[in-house]
């Protein structure tokens, strides 16, 4: 099992930052990939971006390409999400995600994540 827990959500205006972490524990070595996803009120939830684990590749939806920016700290088995710019309809639940299997629904594409964390609230106000 791999425990995920986030952190850095918050309220900010709209243009301005926020940075998330996202802390893996237990079987992380069993890790191939580590991603965001978001939830907005009433709406299903979206792949944001994800990371691959062994080689740091990266993947982003057309929505937040170009200002969030996702990496990681293999050391610490940490990934951080950087969003800048950003806009109210960013406004959401984000959370964490790790999968264990380099097999299966497409790791860029949010397919195939089985480890989940709580979710940390990030609110950007007009």
């Known amino acids: 099992q791999v425990q995920l827990v986030e952190s850095g959500g918050g309220l900010v205006q709209a243009g301005g930052s926020l940075r998330l972490s996202c802390a893996a524990s237990?079987?992380?070595?069993?890790?191939?990939?580590m991603g965001w996803f978001r939830q907005a009120p009433g709406k299903e939830r979206e792949f944001a971006t994800a990371?691959?684990?062994?080689?740091?590749?990266?993947a982003y939806a057309d929505s937040v390409k170009g200002r969030f920016t996702i990496s990681r700290d293999n050391a610490k088995n940490t990934v951080f999400l950087q969003m800048n710019s950003l806009k109210p309809e960013d406004t959401a639940v984000y959370y964490c995600?790790?999968?264990?299997?380099?097999?299966?629904?497409?790791?860029?594409?949010?397919?195939?994540?089985?480890?989940w964390g709580q979710g940390t609230q990030v609110t950007v106000s007009s």
């Open positions: 990371i691959r684990w062994t080689d740091g590749t990266t």
């Open positions: 995600a790790a999968r264990d299997s380099a097999y299966g629904y497409s790791w860029s594409r949010g397919g195939g994540y089985n480890y």
């Open positions: 237990g079987r992380t070595f069993s890790i191939y990939a």
